[in-house]
């Protein structure tokens, strides 16, 4: 039971598949953050028009 706590370990392999995860979860938060800022400038631009 205890071996179900601890932590794995990981190869090579294992932290190659982290950091192309983590580049992966920056790059998409980087890109959701960009989709964001359009539909705010998008949004501004729309309630600008409209008043």
Do not use: V
């Amino acid at each position: 039971m205890a071996d179900k706590n601890s932590p794995k370990k990981h190869g090579k392999s294992g932290d190659a598949r982290e950091d192309r995860l983590k580049a992966a979860l920056k790059a998409n938060m980087a890109r959701r953050k960009e989709q964001a800022k359009a539909r705010a400038a998008a949004a501004d631009k729309a309630d600008k028009n409209e008043g």
